[in-house]
């Protein structure tokens, strides 16, 4: 069995994928987090920065798990672009939540048809499976993997997802006002202890936004310590920041939780 358990950032970016030529370290692509657990491939979001999945060793499988954290554009931008959707050879399921009383796959379908796009979700080749999932759920995958989910504070929603596997974890949440979770057993349970958190640090330090639904850099930081988390991965930057910002706040939240890192695209970490 595969025992290789991994993160590769494909889009650290929130919002757009903005490049004014000023961000060359840690790239402009849109929320994209790839996985490699128990053989698996897991997807969480498919932002712009799922096209650089094509061709990553190890990541090529029949069957992948995406996972969706909300459906804001910048979380499901790169639809079209995810070349697995169009093999018929390939098997992908997809987890999400519901928005109001839709079911999630009319949400991407409302997305993926005219006049936003000249194409439907029939375009798609691969066997596609939607589960409709919920905050406090844990949802078991082959090869001993787990993901476990929660309810996030974020405008229409959202779920944030830990991946256990091995003994170690993961969390992802990628779109969240850690401010509104400070009583919230739910969110202290799924982090609690994991191996590498990614946090939503979309706000610059002092400039939060309440009801806006992001966090900042030492608000993830404090989160981080609160949990016990091993490692903080800084994620889902405000659009107009440029390499320089997104060290500083590296260095502002490393004061806070010496654990901490800014993602970047294409960066691997291993668990």
């Known amino acids: 069995m595969d025992s290789t358990f991994e993160v590769t950032f494909l889009g650290t970016n ?24 128990g053989g698996e491939t897991l997807i969480f979001d498919l932002g712009s920065g799922i096209v650089g999945l094509h061709g990553l060793p190890g990541y090529q499988r029949a069957r992948s798990h995406v996972f969706f954290s909300h459906y804001h554009i910048d979380h499901i931008s790169g639809l079209l672009f995810f070349p697995d ?6 098997r992908l399921d997809f987890y999400g939540g519901s928005g109001g009383n839709s079911d999630f796959r009319e949400i991407l379908n409302r997305f ?41 504070s974020h405008p229409g929603g959202a779920l944030g997802y830990r991946v256990e596997y091995g003994g170690k974890a993961v969390c992802y949440c990628a779109d969240v006002e850690l401010a509104n979770h400070q009583n919230d057993p739910g969110l202290a349970e799924l982090t609690r202890g994991a191996d590498l958190l990614i946090l939503d640090s979309f706000f610059d330090d002092g400039k939060t936004m309440p009801a806006w639904g992001h966090s900042s850099p030492s608000e993830c930081a404090g989160w981080a310590a609160r949990a016990n988390a091993k490692k903080l991965a800084l ?20 004061k806070i939780f010496p654990g901490t890192f800014a993602s970047a695209d294409f960066m691997r970490v291993e668990i």
């Open 14 to 37: 929130g919002s757009c994928a903005y490049n004014g030529g000023n961000r060359p370290k840690y790239g402009t692509n849109t929320a994209c987090v790839a996985v490699r657990a």
């Open 85 to 90: 959707l169009f093999d018929p050879q390939k």
């Open 235 to 254: 994620f889902h930057y405000g659009y107009a920041a440029c390499d320089a910002d997104i060290g500083a706040l590296e260095e502002k939240a490393r």
């Open 112 to 152: 993926v048809a005219p006049p936003l796009h000249p194409v439907g979700l029939d375009i798609f080749k691969a066997a596609l499976t939607f589960h409709p999932t919920g905050g406090g759920e844990t949802i078991p995958l082959p090869g001993g993997v787990a993901v476990r989910t929660c309810k996030l």
